[in-house]
């Protein structure tokens, strides 16, 4: 239990100072509601890019505390089902196929959030639906999604 109030508190505290970092550093974004794009350093960013780079960030922080032997307790499923209805760079892109792996991946990241037993398995698996959809329809982020797996 304190194992479990540790992480949670090192999850939150790392996160804050990422934010605080980031924003040091960085020009203010400006977005457009509605076409959903932000630009952030010059570059336009679509609203799924910015969840899906902060999905990784996340999963990043967890993968290292799995690591080191901690058990996770996330809660970021109702922010990342936003990845079914946020704009995306290529529009084209979100059809029933993206729309099913969507719906896999929650599936497998709610999973994962519910198990304290063998969570390197569970967050593999979820990750497993990242590499699909992102080979098929986005390869860019596979290698950097590959980084993430946990070996045994």
């Known amino acids: 239990m304190k194992k479990s109030i540790f992480?949670?508190?090192l999850v939150a505290f790392i996160w804050s100072c990422n934010q605080h970092q980031d924003n040091a550093n960085v020009s203010k974004p400006s977005a457009d509601p509605e076409s959903g794009m932000?630009?952030?350093n010059g570059v336009e960013r679509s609203e799924l890019a910015l969840?899906?780079?902060k999905m990784y960030d996340e999963m990043k922080l967890v993968k290292d505390s799995i690591n080191r032997g901690y058990t996770v307790k996330t809660d970021f499923y109702d922010e990342f089902k936003r990845i079914q209805t946020a704009h995306a760079t290529e529009p084209e892109k979100i059809d029933d196929t993206y729309q099913a792996m969507a719906v896999a991946?929650?599936?497998n990241y709610a999973s994962?959030?519910?198990t304290a037993?063998?969570?390197t398995e569970a967050f593999n698996i979820m990750l497993q639906n990242c590499l699909v959809c992102h080979q098929q329809k986005c390869p860019g982020p596979v290698k950097a999604i590959n980084k993430l797996k946990i070996r045994p």
């Open 112 to 114: 994962f959030e519910q």
């Open 117 to 119: 037993e063998n969570q």
């Open 7 to 9: 992480i949670i508190a």
């Open 51 to 53: 969840l899906m780079r």
């Open 105 to 107: 991946f929650l599936d």
């Open 38 to 40: 932000a630009i952030i």
